[in-house]
């Protein structure tokens, strides 16, 4: 069993920038993927970004302004977010083991955090 909690969001003006941080209990292979996704009111889950051996894949959406990373050894996964806009709010989730390389679709994670919200004002 993998508990996933996430960190580091809050409220910030558009522009601004943001790291949010999801821990994981214990470490997993590196040829699954783990991923960031959002989910704003009244909107489905969206796929943010996705990492798996040492690959990344991301939204179109944030593509430029958002890095997702790993560092295995303290069994954290990273999403450094800049350049933030109003439309980039929503309650953001870590998740972990899609057996589907960087995949961007929730289904195919096993694990999942409680959530961090990013408030972005205008």
């Known amino acids: 069993q993998v508990q996933l909690v996430e960190s580091g969001g809050g409220s910030v003006q558009a522009g601004g920038s943001l790291r949010l941080s999801c821990a994981a209990s214990r470490s997993t292979y590196s040829t699954y993927s783990m991923a960031w996704f959002r989910q704003a009111p009244g909107k489905e889950r969206e796929g943010v970004a996705a990492i798996t051996d040492g690959a990344t894949n991301y939204a179109d959406s944030v593509k430029g302004r958002f890095t997702i990373s790993r560092d295995s050894a303290k069994k954290i996964l990273y999403l450094q977010m800049n350049s933030l806009k109003p439309e980039d709010t929503a309650m953001y989730y870590c998740?972990?083991?899609?057996?589907?390389?960087?995949?961007?679709?929730?289904?195919?994670?096993?694990?999942w955090g409680q959530g961090t919200q990013v408030t972005v004002s205008s």
């Open positions: 998740a972990s083991q899609s057996p589907v390389r960087l995949t961007l679709r929730a289904a195919y994670y096993h694990y």
